[in-house]
Nanobody
């Protein structure tokens, strides 16, 4: 059984940094396309950053230059380094793992990020 467990969220002041982690239990992350999504209150869930199985990376325009997605195959963990955080980055962040060319699609439980002074 595949389980994704996020950690690293919390309260941070504007301009601060956080690093989110997503540990995968029960599978090897290297086989999956991975992504970080976020959902703010009253808004739709949006893709923040993605990293493909091949290593290709994409970012939402709103986070380019501030967020960095990475994966550590040895630790079976996906990361999202967030810097220069803004109040509008406040949301529940969730990681996603999708096995290419299959119906396998897994989500973590989410971690709250709050940017406020």
């Amino acid at each position: 059984q595949v389980r994704l467990v996020e950690s690293g969220g919390g309260l941070v002041q504007p301009g601060g940094s956080l690093r989110l982690s997503c540990f995968a239990a029960g599978t090897r992350l290297s086989a999956f396309d991975m992504g970080w999504y976020r959902q703010a209150p009253g808004k739709q869930r949006e893709l923040v950053a993605s990293i493909g199985k091949s290593g290709s990376i994409n970012y939402a325009d709103s986070v380019k230059g501030r967020f960095t997605i990475s994966r550590d195959s040895a630790e079976n963990t996906l990361y999202l380094q967030m810097s220069s955080l803004k109040p509008e980055d406040t949301a529940v962040y969730s990681c996603n793992a999708r096995l290419p060319s299959s119906a396998y699609n897994f989500w973590g439980q989410g971690t709250q990020v709050t940017v406020s002074s």
